[in-house]
């Protein structure tokens, strides 16, 4: 069964500084995809950025970017020139075959 | 925003009242999923379908139903509402690898 860790319940971090968020899975397929999800205060989930993984490049979506380990099953999330915006929680997720695995979030506050 | 929508936002029930959770999306979407949340924990996926007249239990153990009879629509229904059902449910639905949220529906029974 394919689990996802990240071990960060909190963090915050100063406006315009950037971030890193982890995380960490566990499975034995080869080919997958893992996602990192913004859930703001007003609760509706978004997207905000997808890796596939047979692809050695990171991906870079404006100021979010990943890196991506496959071999050490790490995926984190590095948030550049965070913005009050920014504040949610965030959370990893694996997706194979039909359905997601989600991780426990990270609450991420941006502060003034 | 992707067009996912579900109702009511916000539900305060008596316990032993059945309780029916409605979740709609207008990109004929195959797939649709419900999970739980509890306040700033993990998702919780109870039941997904991959189409009309499919639905499966999710990981979660949960005493709701759903139904697809129609692709647009996914609704969730607690027969008997009990305290322990306090909690969000987030609806979703997919195509390909991508999932789309709605809302939330965040119940509590008392």
Known sequence: AQTVT???PEMSVQEAETVTLSCTYDTSENNY??????QPPS???ILVIRQEAYKQQNATENRFSVNFQKAAKSFSLKISDSQLGDTAMYFCAFFYGQN???GPGTRLSVLP | EADIYQT?????IGTGKKITLE????MGHDKMYWYQQDPGMELHLIHY???VNSTEKGDLSSESTVSRIRTEH???????????HTSQYLCASGHGVNSFFGQGTRLTVV
Request: hydrophobic content about 35%.
């Open chain 1, 6 to 8: 990240q071990s960060q």
């Open chain 2, 49 to 51: 379908s991959y189409g």
């Open chain 1, 43 to 45: 609760r509706q989930m």
């Open chain 1, 100 to 102: 997601f695995v989600f």
């Open chain 2, 23 to 26: 979740c709609s999306q207008t």
């Open chain 1, 33 to 38: 995809y893992l996602f990192w999800y913004k």
């Open chain 2, 8 to 12: 009511p936002r916000y539900l305060v």
């Open chain 2, 74 to 84: 996914f609704p969730l229904t607690l027969e008997s509402a009990r305290p322990s």
